[in-house]
């Protein structure tokens, strides 16, 4: 398979005389077809992606499951195609838990994980019958006033985070996330007294990590801290959850994460672990979103101006942060090719903006890419993770389409909203009719 321009090599990735194919679909067919901003996702990467990781820890320790971390990506084609697979799934509101269910996951395969839960989301969650994974003492009580569940997971803090942004980090000192360890067995003895018979213990350290340490390093405190639990609670644990945060490297100088020596890391500690406290052989989980979706999407963007300042060269597209945030909310940097010119070299530094009103509506800064003129087609690549799943309407712009390619094959998977979507479930008050 060629190689995209200044591109990693990718399964999905094709440069056909100058023009980006994804998993053997033009870019171009796409955006005529369904026309832009338009989401691209592959079923080939994600399903790749998802095998890797299983495989990767399964081949080092016996009992593993990977929980896709629902967030990433909700649609529920994506949904589908990791419940085909055999994955389980974190889950962090009822509406994830919800779409879940819809494509199939079995209750006993989801895992919720929230945060300031509400008692009628407990009270949904209860019902719906998958495992609660609590994040506070409050919730715990709060739960057991609901229900008595079979299985109770505690989210721990273990005291390090680590993450590409502040605000993905989610250990650690400055964190809302997860019980301390002096609160934790607390947390278990309170489930215990209650008749809850399964225990599960979780952390969540933050996300876009890339290196191995942080995550060698949480592991050995959250064995410590279920250790302790074990000690002085006298439980065991069906399952012990590392969370995700396995990174995807965006900038090109980044190097790609280890995931074989973080396999073989983290199952050596955590074999040595559980056996020397004496825990048996748990249930090791890990729940990657970003790694299974990011590589498996592109953005696909039409240029609408190209406006030369004395300062700038901007190239204005049809995408702004209403469709992919990541780039103004925690300055990431996405990599950008003109989907109709890889074959022609960098000629000019283009900064590339979208329709927002807001001058931080960025998606790429200072990229030395071919002429572009107007028509041209951009596509934004590593866009499949916390790209459609945190667009918004801001500006009053309808949320775009989704398309899923699969050997040659497309399909459409989200229909693009219209301007009849802004008006759902909006009224005037009396006085105004
Ligand atoms: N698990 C939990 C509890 C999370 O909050 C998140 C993301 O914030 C994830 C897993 C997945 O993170 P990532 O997409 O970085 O793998």
Redesign the pocket.
């Known amino acids: 398979m060629q190689r995209v321009g200044m591109l990693r090599p990718n399964e999905i990735l094709e440069d056909r005389e100058g023009v980006l194919h994804i998993d053997g679909v033009s870019a171009l067919e796409l955006a005529e077809r369904f026309d832009t901003p338009l989401y691209v996702m592959s079923e080939r990467r994600i399903r790749n992606n998802y095998r890797r990781v299983y495989e990767t820890f399964s081949k080092r320790y016996r009992k593993v499951k990977v929980?896709y971390?629902a967030?990433?990506n909700t649609n529920l084609s994506i949904l589908k195609i990791l419940e085909e697979e055999g994955s389980c799934l974190?889950a962090?509101s009822p509406g994830e838990v919800f779409l879940a269910l819809k494509a199939g996951f079995k209750p006993e395969r989801i895992l919720y994980?929230g945060t300031s839960v509400r008692d009628d989301e407990l009270r949904f969650l209860s019902e719906s019958g998958v495992t609660i994974n609590v994040d506070s003492l409050s919730q715990l009580r709060r739960l057991l006033k609901i229900s008595t569940p079979e299985t109770i997971s505690v989210?721990v803090n273990p005291e390090v985070g680590a993450g590409h942004h502040e605000h993905?980090v989610?250990a650690g000192r400055e964190s809302k996330?997860g019980i301390w360890e002096e609160k934790v067995v607390e947390a278990y003895r309170t489930a215990l007294e209650a008749g809850v018979k399964h225990f599960g213990i979780?952390m969540?350290i933050?996300?876009?990590?890339l290196s191995v340490e942080p995550f060698t390093v949480a592991t050995e405190n959250l064995l410590k801290i279920a250790n302790r639990v074990h000690e002085e609670v006298g439980i065991g644990f069906e399952f012990i959850d590392l969370?995700?945060?396995?990174?995807v490297p965006y900038k090109p100088e980044e190097e790609e994460l280890n995931l074989d020596l973080l396999a073989e890391k983290v199952t050596a500690l955590y074999r040595e672990r559980v056996e020397q406290y004496g825990l048996g052989e748990p249930t090791l989980c890990v729940?990657?979103?970003?790694?299974i979706v990011c590589d498996a999407g592109v953005l696909l963007t039409r240029v609408n101006t190209v406006k030369v300042t004395p300062f700038k060269r901007f190239v204005g597209v049809d995408a702004g942060f209403n469709t992919l945030i990541r780039p103004a909310m925690y300055g990431s940097y996405h990599p950008v090719v003109v989907a109709n010119r890889l074959n022609e070299p960098g000629e000019e530094t283009y900064t590339i903006v979208g329709p927002i009103c807001e001058s931080g509506d960025i998606l790429a800064k200072d990229r030395m890419l071919p002429r572009i003129q107007e028509g041209d087609l951009i596509a934004v690549l590593n866009a499949g993770?916390?790209g459609y799943s945190m667009s918004s309407q801001y500006n009053s712009r309808p949320r775009c389409a989704e398309v899923l390619v699969m050997d040659g094959e497309y399909a459409l998977i989200r229909e693009r909203e219209t301007l009849h979507s802004l008006l759902e479930g909006q009224h005037y008050p009396p006085w105004l009719k």
């Open positions: 929980y971390s967030k990433a974190d962090v994980t989210r993905v989610t996330f979780q969540h933050g996300s876009g990590i969370g995700g945060g396995l990174g729940e990657p979103g970003r790694y993770a916390y």
